[in-house]
């Protein structure tokens, strides 16, 4: 399975939107969730949204409320829907697709957003 990733990174001024696009191949009937990770330099990575094969979705805090995450199963496709951008969200975002009962983690190459003030 490949996550390949993906369309959308870019810099925006804070109080901005940007939408990231995300297209996985191969055996999707093993994955259990797909979602969207950063990583700031220097730090770990953090989560920012999952979704389940369910459409059910979760977000990280500091998230909630700005970011959407969705799920096109015909395009094995996610997106992440972000509004009211901050600076603080500015980081490489990652493609996230998971295998759990094999712990398995698939990841895109990644992204860069930048949010400027």
């Known amino acids: 399975l490949m996550c390949s990733c993906a369309s959308g990174g870019g810099s925006v001024q804070a109080g901005g939107s940007l939408k990231l696009s995300c297209a996985a191949s191969?055996?999707?009937?093993?994955?259990?969730?797909l979602g969207w990770y950063r990583r700031e330099r220097g730090q770990r990575r953090e989560l920012i949204a999952v979704?389940?094969?369910?459409?059910?979705?979760d977000y990280g805090d500091s998230v909630k409320g700005r970011f959407t995450i969705s799920r096109d199963a015909t395009k094995n496709a996610v997106h992440l829907q972000m509004n009211s951008l901050k600076p603080e969200d500015t980081g490489v975002y990652y493609c996230?697709?998971?295998?759990?009962?094999?712990?398995?983690?698939?990841w895109g190459a990644g992204t860069l957003v930048t949010v400027s003030s």
């Open positions: 996230n697709a998971e295998d759990v009962a094999a712990d398995l983690n698939y």
């Open positions: 979704i389940s094969r369910n459409n059910i979705p």
């Open positions: 191969g055996r999707m009937s093993v994955i259990d969730y």
